[in-house]
């Protein structure tokens, strides 16, 4: 498998590991083989995408890139309870827009596809799964995934922003706009989490309340609290500054601080941007008592959490992406006010 595997990168002109798959070690575990399917999967079919579809990505990296990271975003769906945060969220919602129905189907082939590629003992059994596979999913699966292997991950709007640029999108969008009565690009970048049964063959996009109440007034109905700022698609308020949201927030009410869930230090407004830290939905009022408790715990060194004495909470979660410090701020906040955590 590794001299057949070597053979591939040679013939696409990057000789060695062009897929990165020996940065664990020198043998294919169960993941690269998976991988590796995926490429041969999706390969043949990107050569015949829509040329405005190609235009959108860097062709030699193109295979390398999605049979890694739609590999990781399909392992999510699969999942015994498969709920989906961020950019998984908003191409799982870009996916059933397209598919429909054929949506399970791809779900059910990757599967099969994991089974296959796990079972492999030689290359030209890896490569049969991934011809299989490659059949199922068909010219409009190939479109979506060449659009969630490019887009950088854990950046939704990134994701949402290239939608537009896909063949038939406004079509698209249109028939989820009359079914659902939510545009299909809001409905991506606005889900808190998607949650699919295979089994049952459905899919359940969870909204923030604006979001479902803006949809249900309709447009021209809004009366909005708060004004100025940016308007972001899911329906919040953004800043680019600490002080421009509180002064047009004001007071957060007696007893009460506005505190960030995403914490608004330095390095997290240069790794997301200002507008993903000083927003309404990650701008909140909290008790004064709890937001001291919250922060005194990012201060404090909780070997149950980092798993190391060394660093305070603040310095482990720093480095963890937008999705998991939002996930861990909301927990923390929860776990305080029952007395779970103190």
């Not at 939704?156 to 989820?176: E, N």
């Not at 407004?269 to 000083?278: K, L, T, V």
Request: with cysteine; net charge neutral; glycine share 8%.
């Amino acid at each position: 498998m590794v001299r057949s595997y070597g053979r591939i990168c040679e013939q696409r002109g990057t000789p060695g590991d062009c897929f990165t798959l020996f940065d664990d070690g020198p043998h294919l575990q169960q993941d690269d083989k998976l991988r590796i399917a995926m490429a041969l999967a999706v390969g043949p079919a990107l050569e015949g995408v829509d040329a405005e579809v190609r235009a959108m990505v860097d062709p030699t990296r193109v295979l390398a890139t999605v049979s890694i990271t739609i590999t990781a975003y399909m392992a999510l769906l699969v999942a015994p309870e498969p709920v989906s945060k961020g950019v998984v969220a908003a191409f799982s919602v870009l996916l059933w827009g397209y598919l429909g129905f054929e949506f399970f189907e791809l779900i059910r082939a990757y599967a099969l596809l994991s089974e296959e590629a796990a079972r492999a003992t030689t290359f030209a059994e890896l490569r049969e799964a991934g011809e299989r596979f490659g059949r199922v999913i068909g010219p409009n699966s190939v479109r979506i995934l060449v659009l969630v292997g490019t887009a950088a991950v854990g950046e939704t709007a990134a994701l949402a922003s290239k939608a537009p640029m896909l063949p038939g999108f406004v079509h698209t969008s249109r028939a989820v706009e009359v079914n659902t009565g939510l545009s299909l690009v809001d409905a991506a970048v606005g889900a808190e989490r998607v949650i699919v049964s295979v089994p049952e063959s459905t899919i359940r996009v969870v909204l923030p309340m604006t979001a479902v109440a803006m949809t249900s007034k309709g447009e021209g109905d809004q009366s909005p609290a708060i004004t100025g700022g940016k308007l972001l698609l899911n329906g919040h308020r953004a800043w680019r500054s600490h002080s421009g949201i509180t002064n047009a927030l004001g007071s957060p009410g007696n007893s009460k601080r506005w505190h960030h869930i995403v914490e608004q230090h330095e390095s997290n407004i240069n790794r997301f941007g200002p507008e993903a830290i000083h927003n309404t939905e990650n701008v909140i009022p909290l008790d004064e008592g709890l937001h001291t408790a919250v922060s005194a715990l990012y201060s404090s060194k909780r070997r149950f959490i980092t798993g190391t004495d060394k660093l305070t909470v603040r310095q482990w979660i720093r480095t963890q992406s937008y999705e998991a410090q939002r996930e861990f701020g909301l927990r923390a906040m929860e776990n305080i006010r029952r007395g779970v955590w103190k």
